[in-house]
């Protein structure tokens, strides 16, 4: 029976194997023909006089003969794609990378995105990290390279915290938590329910992080403190603590945070491990208790906010543009009085 079972387990490899190449061939000839497509259709416009105007009399006149001819799939607005795809990937030596690693699903979404960068970022995101259409889809929406971005001003660059900025976003967006959208919700709460739905929530703090534990316990001689989320991240080899806070943002949690990244350097942390990093995650922030407090000067200290509910798109872009313009302030009153040394981009 186990010898069957072995058997049979080892056909079924073989088949799971076999069509998952199937489909990635059949994947990365839709994706070349749709750049083909595109591209076409780029060169036909550009022999018209008037672009835009005989650019949609092209695309409709297409969209009518080859759904005439294959079927489903070549609407308007498909065709629109087709198009914005050659135009944002021009290079056909990145376009078989994309081939071999990105579906047609994915690269739909990804060419919206608002800039080159913006585009580069969810393309590589999405191949390390192996999203789905659907994970992908939902940073996308919440403007997750944006968010990254908030905390990269220029005034950073030159710190060793910049090294951290690429994992540390602000706001976090918790909409998945299911949370009432207003009143007061006590810290076990929103504890309970980010271990409930731990795995989406490692996806919204991103790349390179494992959940250590909860509640952990840290001890001097006299007293016992205790951290409410831990964290482990294998890219920048540290761990991360992260403190719930339900009400806005005090200087007295900033101090409280201070204390416990010291003492878990002094007590949990490897002789490997690089200096731990503290996120303090609130419900709100006063920016001038941020202003004066060891945030400032510290390496290893964030205060990021916390959204219960998805905002909209504008609601999310100007909370993120105020968060960028409140740093940059803040780094500008640091700024030594000489001027920018001519060497900083």
Not at 168 to 181: A, G, H, N, T
């Amino acid at each position: 029976m186990n010898e069957l079972t072995t058997f049979h387990a080892d056909i079924k490899a073989i088949l799971e194997q076999a069509r998952g190449k199937a489909r990635s061939a059949v994947n990365a000839a839709m994706v070349e023909a749709y750049w083909l497509i595109g591209r076409r259709i780029v060169q036909e416009e550009q022999q018209g006089q008037h672009k835009a105007q005989y650019g949609t009399r092209l695309m409709e006149e297409l969209s009518i003969a080859l759904t005439a001819d294959f079927g489903k799939g070549f609407s308007y607005a498909n065709l629109y794609n087709f198009r914005q795809f050659y135009r944002v990937f021009p290079d056909q030596q990145i376009l078989y990378t994309l081939c071999r690693e990105l579906s047609w699903s994915h690269l739909r979404l990804i060419i919206r995105a608002d800039s080159p960068q913006a585009i580069e970022y969810y393309c590589n995101e999405a191949r390390e990290q192996n999203w789905t259409v659907r994970q992908l889809e939902r940073h996308i929406r919440t403007k997750d390279y944006q968010r990254l971005l908030s905390n990269q001003v220029e005034a950073s660059k030159t710190t060793a915290k910049a090294a951290h900025l690429d994992f540390i976003k602000d706001p976090y967006v918790l909409e998945f938590l299911q949370l009432p959208e207003t009143g007061q919700l006590r810290e076990s709460e929103l504890e309970q329910a980010i271990i409930d739905e731990l795995q989406k929530f490692l996806l919204e703090l991103g790349k390179g992080f494992s959940f250590v534990a909860r509640q952990m316990r840290i001890s001097t001689e006299t007293s016992h403190f205790f951290i409410d989320l831990v964290f482990y991240n294998y890219l920048l080899k540290c761990f991360v603590i992260i403190d719930l806070k339900t009400g806005k943002l005090t200087h007295q949690d900033i101090g409280q945070m201070d204390m416990y990244v010291r003492m878990f350097d002094d007590l949990k942390r490897g002789e490997d491990d690089n200096p731990t990093i503290g996120i303090i995650l609130c419900d709100s922030k006063d920016e001038t208790v941020v202003k004066y407090s060891v945030i400032q000067e510290s390496q290893q200290l964030f205060a990021s906010k916390y959204r219960r509910i998805l905002p909209t798109e504008e609601e999310l872009i100007a909370e993120i543009e105020r968060e960028k313009r409140l740093i940059g302030g803040r780094n500008n009153e640091c700024a030594p009085s000489g001027g920018p040394d001519e060497n900083t981009p």
